[in-house]
């Protein structure tokens, strides 16, 4: 048993080199083998060493890699729902999840309901006799929302209801929901997981049991990796750990400056002690509070402006990265919302969604706050 740090770095598969050996053939001999080799079938050599690693770290059993994080996501979510059924999501998640459910479920006749955070306590009264699925995000995007990950769980195991969240934000270095109860972890890789702004992957993580499940409707969507990108996956967990380390403290002390910044009218981070769960999420995440923070400038008319002014801070879509970039989320993420469903979670055009990086903490101030200064 290792501590993250070593099993981000070590791969528990042998092989004579210390990296994996990158198997690109989508043509493999059958005949006298155990198993037939086939990248849609989850099982090459590189897809296996990324789902080991991912499951040491996130404390489970088994799981699979995907071609995007929504691939992750669908594939989770119809394996375990069908015409008849109801499902619970937490209202503050990722834009694309919730226009996936919006668009896509009643196209099966599924219903769904989105709870607010601040309802998470009247969980039991929202499930039905055909609720399959409970589905939660935290901390959550944009606004960083904390919800408590032991609380749903119990509920969905006492009434025999699948749990999932999205664990992206957080990442396996600093929130383990399987070990609080959790059935199903997901991630977009494409953000900590990769970590560099070049990939694009989800992955699960699960028990044997639902793995196999969700295996089965994987096969049919498709939604597999090739070799190469298997093996800069692999190549990029190795410095999970000291990224989301830096990220977290860099973010903690940018949340400080800009708490005490007189243009900005609210900061979101769990790390701060005004953040409304900031006992829950100190709970729950261990060794840091994550890379991701929001705030609002005071005059959005002045929004535009300010991401022009950056000279070290890229405005741009995504995260998660070594650099540090910022986006506005009604404008990116969470543009497929109308304005009445994002003003009702409190995305306006004042909020900011900034993904810290690597870099300097102070150089990062330095731009922000000159950029606030001179809009």
Do not use: W
Request: hydrophobic letters at 35%; charged letters at 20%; one cysteine or more.
């Amino acid at each position: 048993m290792y501590s993250k740090e070593t099993d981000c770095v070590h791969n528990q598969q042998k092989h004579q080199g210390v990296n994996t050996p990158i198997y690109t053939s989508t043509a493999n001999r059958y005949i006298g083998y155990n198993e037939i080799l086939y990248p849609r079938n989850f099982n090459t050599e590189n897809q296996k060493a990324i789902v080991d690693k991912l499951c040491r770290l996130e404390k489970g059993d088994a799981g699979m890699i995907f071609s995007s994080g929504t691939a992750a996501i669908s594939t989770v979510l119809f394996s375990f729902l069908k015409a008849g059924d109801h499902a619970l999501f937490s209202q503050e998640i990722y834009g694309g999840t919730a226009k996936l459910i919006v668009e896509e479920f009643p196209k099966y006749n599924i219903d769904f309901d989105f709870i607010p955070n601040d309802e998470i306590g009247r969980l039991d009264c929202l499930i039905r006799e055909n609720t399959k699925v409970i589905y939660t995000e935290t901390p959550s995007n944009p606004l960083l929302s904390i919800v408590d990950l032991e609380v749903i769980s119990a509920v969905a195991r006492k009434n025999n209801i699948i749990s999932v969240v999205d664990n992206t934000f957080a990442t396996p270095i600093i929130q383990n929901p399987i070990s609080m109860g959790f059935d199903i972890v997901v991630h977009s890789g494409t953000k900590y997981l990769g970590g560099h702004h070049d990939l694009c992957f989800g992955a699960i993580v699960t028990s044997h049991k639902l793995n196999d499940i969700i295996y089965q409707s994987a096969l049919n969507f498709g939604g597999s990796l090739n070799g190469l990108d298997c093996y800069l996956i692999e190549r990029s967990l190795k410095t999970l750990a000291l990224r989301v380390e830096k990220q977290s403290s860099n973010a903690l002390k940018l949340a400080k400056a800009l708490q005490e910044n007189s243009e900005i009218s609210a900061v979101y981070y769990p790390g701060l002690e005004s953040h409304p769960n900031h006992t829950v999420a100190a709970s729950q995440m261990k060794g840091g509070f994550g890379g991701m923070l929001s705030f609002k400038l005071k005059d959005d008319s002045k929004t535009e402006e300010f991401l022009n002014r950056l000279q070290l801070v890229i405005p741009a879509l995504s995260l998660g990265g070594l650099e540090t970039t910022i986006c506005q989320p009604s404008t990116s993420s969470h543009a497929s919302l109308s304005e009445e469903e994002r003003l009702e979670q409190g995305i306006t055009d004042a909020l900011l969604r900034l993904s810290v990086g690597i870099e300097d903490a102070d150089d990062l101030r330095r731009d922000i706050l000159a950029a606030i200064a001179s809009s």
